[in-house]
């Protein structure tokens, strides 16, 4: 009965650095590197069960979901599939070690998610594919059962398995369950050896938590023409949409994108107020224009946004020697900064004579819905009173606004001074008072 220790998977579009990775019983090397189409490519993979005998290599392409045999050394007797042979070899003892060679190099065929498995294997035959039921796509909503079947017809032994890949293309495959196996959590198995059929119960859940995933590491192509380049990581706030909703429990969505890098390595960390909370997300780069764009979204509570917490992305590429920090932070609803400015000594002597100009500021706040007034001794102003538009600085905004008084009104010292910023933080509009004061010059 064929039993597997473990996978690993590797991204091909061309890259591993120094160093080993290590899971169980089962040790990959190199776990990153960046290559050319003209480099010399081999990967490696090492095991220290010695109930093993078997070790098997596999490929996944970009767009394809089948998780494809290259070859296999069973003992030191390597085996490969005829599709793949002349362009990859293996070689090694499924014992300890075995080697991938990359004999031609082809960006369009060998890119993908490589595959190393350690196993005690019976060697078997069959005389067709498996095939699966449903053969793509399920839907199922918390608390449903579901049920997948898979068959092989003229297979001479009964050794099936479930794996479940828990994310897109690149994340790594973790191993469910066996036939005969007793139930583990929500699943369950049932093999009919007449049919060759073996099916798995799952009942879905929405508590259901992803068990620790097999570890993998990463290669990529790069062309020789091409810079390597870190990307310009953007943090978006949540639409106006979401936070008009109503209701306080609701949640809100941040975006992170970070485009214009080269090559594709990379993975994405959500931090709140410098707390990790999603460490190495599951989201995937995609090829735009030659370069790579990724995007990773954040759902968090309303109530976080708007009490002005700091949600940062980071998003770590790999340079060819290691992991480099990107990021880009923002923070939820923010209320003004206000400050009542005197008249300028700069302003012309001319204009002075006449009359003088006082300016209120607010700067740092999110979202832009404010309003300014002024007010003298009390009593809201409306002649000689300016206000511009709020302006967008960076992740937040300003906005200033300007009142022009008579001089004698400037200078009788019973005169007080006061701007007034009404702001709107998605639920009431809270005042926010300028500095009051009689200015003397």
Same mark, same amino acid.
């Given at each position: 009965?064929?039993?597997? +220790? +473990?996978?690993?998977?590797?991204?091909?579009?061309?890259?591993?650095?120094?160093?080993?990775?290590?899971?169980?019983?089962?040790?990959?090397?190199?776990?990153?590197?960046?290559?050319?189409?003209?480099?010399?490519?081999?990967?490696? $993979?090492?095991?220290?069960?010695?109930?093993?005998?078997?070790?098997?290599?596999?490929?996944?392409?970009?767009?394809?979901?089948?998780?494809?045999?290259?070859?296999?050394?069973?003992?030191? &007797?390597? #085996?490969?599939?005829?599709?793949?042979?002349?362009?990859? #070899?293996?070689?090694?003892?499924?014992?300890?070690?075995?080697?991938?060679?990359?004999?031609?190099?082809?960006?369009?065929?060998?890119?993908?998610?490589?595959? $190393?498995?350690?196993?005690?294997?019976? $060697?078997?035959?069959?005389?067709?594919?498996?095939?699966?039921?449903?053969?793509?796509?399920?839907?199922?909503?918390?608390?449903?059962?579901?049920?997948?079947?898979?068959?092989?017809?003229?297979?001479? &032994?009964?050794?099936?398995?479930?794996?479940?890949?828990?994310?897109?293309?690149?994340?790594?495959?973790?191993?469910?369950?066996?036939?005969?196996?007793?139930?583990?959590?929500?699943?369950?198995?049932?093999?009919?050896?007449?049919?060759?059929?073996?099916?798995?119960?799952?009942?879905?859940?929405?508590?259901?938590?992803?068990?620790?995933?097999?570890?993998?590491?990463?290669?990529?192509?790069?062309?020789?023409?091409?810079?390597?380049?870190?990307?310009?990581?953007?943090?978006?706030?949540?639409?106006?949409?979401?936070?008009?909703?109503?209701?306080?429990?609701?949640?809100?969505?941040?975006?992170?994108?970070?485009?214009?890098?080269?090559? *594709?390595?990379?993975?994405?960390?959500?931090?709140?107020?410098? *707390?990790?909370?999603?460490?190495?997300?599951?989201?995937?780069?995609?090829?735009?224009?030659?370069?790579?764009?990724?995007?990773?979204?954040?759902?968090?509570?309303?109530?976080?946004?708007?009490?002005?917490?700091?949600?940062?992305?980071?998003?770590?590429?790999?340079?060819?020697?290691?992991?480099?920090?990107?990021?880009?932070?923002?923070?939820?609803?923010?209320?003004?900064?206000?400050?009542?400015?005197?008249?300028?000594?700069?302003?012309?002597?001319?204009?002075?004579?006449?009359?003088?100009?006082?300016?209120?500021?607010?700067?740092?706040?999110?979202?832009?819905?404010?309003?300014?007034?002024?007010?003298?001794?009390?009593?809201?102003? &409306?002649?000689?009173?300016?206000?511009?538009?709020?302006?967008?600085?960076?992740?937040?905004?300003?906005?200033?606004?300007? +009142?022009?008084?008579?001089?004698?009104?400037?200078?009788?010292?019973?005169?007080?001074?006061? $701007? &007034?910023?009404?702001?709107?933080?998605?639920?009431?509009?809270?005042?926010?008072?300028?500095?009051?004061?009689?200015?003397?010059?």
């Amino acid at each position: 009965m064929s039993r597997i +220790l +473990l996978l690993f998977l590797l991204i091909f579009l061309p890259v591993l650095a120094e160093g080993a990775s290590k899971s169980n019983d089962v040790a990959q090397t190199p776990p990153e590197m960046l290559v050319s189409p003209v480099d010399s490519v081999k990967l490696t $993979c090492s095991h220290s069960n010695s109930d093993f005998y078997m070790i098997q290599w596999y490929q996944k392409s970009p767009r394809d979901t089948a998780l494809k045999l290259i070859g296999y050394v069973r003992y030191d &007797s390597p #085996s490969m599939e005829g599709s793949y042979a002349g362009h990859f #070899s293996v070689t090694g003892d499924g014992r300890k070690e075995s080697v991938l060679h990359f004999v031609k190099l082809s960006l369009g065929e060998d890119t993908g998610v490589y595959y $190393c498995a350690a196993s005690e294997a019976q $060697c078997c035959s069959s005389e067709g594919a498996a095939t699966r039921t449903p053969a793509s796509f399920l839907r199922a909503g918390a608390g449903h059962s579901v049920i997948l079947d898979c068959s092989v017809p003229g297979m001479n &032994s009964y050794t099936m398995q479930w794996y479940r890949q828990a994310g897109d293309h690149g994340t790594a495959i973790e191993f469910l369950i066996k036939e005969y196996d007793s139930r583990v959590n929500n699943l369950e198995v049932f093999l009919d050896t007449s049919a060759n059929k073996f099916s798995l119960h799952y009942c879905v859940k929405s508590t259901q938590k992803v068990l620790a995933l097999i570890s993998f590491s990463s290669m990529s192509f790069t062309d020789p023409q091409k810079e390597i380049r870190g990307p310009v990581v953007e943090v978006l706030p949540p639409s106006e949409a979401e936070l008009c909703k109503k209701k306080k429990k609701d949640n809100v969505t941040l975006l992170c994108v970070a485009k214009n890098f080269y090559p *594709d390595h990379v993975y994405v960390s959500w931090e709140i107020d410098n *707390d990790v909370k999603r460490e190495k997300t599951k989201d995937v780069p995609i090829e735009k224009d030659g370069n790579y764009i990724i995007s990773s979204r954040l759902r968090v509570p309303k109530k976080d946004w708007k009490s002005g917490k700091k949600f940062t992305c980071i998003v770590y590429y790999y340079n060819g020697t290691g992991y480099e920090p990107f990021q880009d932070s923002i923070s939820g609803v923010r209320k003004p900064k206000v400050k009542v400015l005197p008249p300028s000594p700069k302003e012309p002597c001319w204009v002075r004579r006449n009359s003088v100009t006082l300016v209120c500021v607010a700067t740092d706040f999110y979202p832009d819905h404010v309003t300014v007034s002024w007010k003298i001794n009390g009593e809201k102003q &409306s002649t000689g009173v300016g206000t511009g538009v709020a302006q967008r600085v960076n992740k937040s905004y300003s906005i200033s606004s300007q +009142l022009r008084v008579k001089m004698s009104t400037w200078q009788n010292p019973i005169n007080t001074f006061s $701007c &007034s910023v009404i702001f709107y933080n998605g639920t009431h509009y809270i005042p926010r008072l300028g500095l009051k004061g009689t200015y003397l010059i």
